[in-house]
């Protein structure tokens, strides 16, 4: 089976009630759309249940943003997978670079937090990439290699998750690696998940995020071993993420014209 493509709209911290409004929004303005993309939604916490109920009977998806290493317990402010579960979350986003350097996470607290997740059912979209000055000094792929190693659940635990490359120098910023070097990173990406999981690791769905746009979406969806993509600016807007939406479905629809 070859791996989903999947969209998945990080709104960090953004949205109000008001921005419900888009969350329906999107959900009619892609409901002619071919089914080939999963379409993913990653509100703050306090909008996930509400963000869930609207989604979910539309045949989209939740997640959170972050979850704690621990089931429950005295830990004031965290949030845990099984809370996400119960507000209707499928997915969580672990590791992203802004918690990497907001608040310290390690490698191995990324794969503790995936592997609970795991064990909740929930999909863990666990994020790696490079800084600039990794970039120019030529390892970013060592760098993202070391993060695999240090990041993903043992073989043991199901291949049942998805990677989000993130150019750290990218998030945000307007700057988009080449088409070259996405795929030069995606497929060491697909190396790695295949000698960690050997076949299983073909399925993996391998997202690309950094200043994601529907204006590049059809040329970087395109990229050979990129199955998707984790937006943020342009996934606030219903507008924005359905035309990435639909160039997610575009390219699925080529890519599955030329595997038959
Ligand atoms: P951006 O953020 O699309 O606004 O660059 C992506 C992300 O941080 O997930």
């Known amino acids: 089976m070859s791996p989903q493509m999947i969209l998945a709209g990080n709104w960090k911290m953004n949205g109000l009630t008001a921005a419900l409004d888009e969350v329906a929004l999107l959900v009619a303005s892609t409901a002619d759309m071919a089914s080939d993309v999963r379409i993913v ?11 869930s109920d609207l989604l979910n009977p539309a045949g989209m998806a939740s997640g959170g943003q972050n979850c704690h290493i621990a089931t429950k317990g005295a830990h004031t402010g965290d949030i845990s997978a099984q809370m996400l579960k119960d507000a209707g979350a499928s997915y969580v986003i672990i590791g992203h670079s802004e918690r990497r350097m907001d608040h310290g996470e390690t490698d191995g607290r990324v794969r503790t ?3 609970l997740a795991i064990s909740e059912g929930l999909v863990p979209i666990i994020c790696v990439g490079e800084t600039l000055a990794e970039r ?12 695999l190693s240090g990041s993903v659940p ?10 989000a490359y993130e150019p750290v120098w990218a998030i945000g910023t307007g700057r988009v690696p080449t088409n070259a070097d996405i795929a030069d ?9 295949v000698g960690h999981y050997g076949s299983a690791g073909g399925e993996v769905s391998i997202l690309y995020g950094g200043s994601l746009k529907p204006e590049n979406a059809d040329e970087i969806l395109a990229v050979e071993n ?24 575009r390219v699925q629809t080529i890519r599955r014209a030329a595997a038959t």
């Open 41 to 51: 939604i990653c509100p703050p916490t306090t909008l996930l249940s509400r963000v």
């Open 113 to 115: 937090k995936a592997e």
């Open 136 to 147: 120019e000094n030529g390892v970013a792929i060592t760098v993202v290699e070391h993060q």
């Open 154 to 163: 043992a073989a043991d635990k199901g291949a049942n998750i998805v990677i």
């Open 185 to 193: 990173m995606h497929k060491a990406i697909r190396t790695w998940l």
């Open 226 to 249: 990129v199955n998707g993509g984790l937006v943020g600016g342009a996934s606030l807007k219903a507008e924005d993420f359905s035309r990435i939406i639909a160039s997610g479905q």
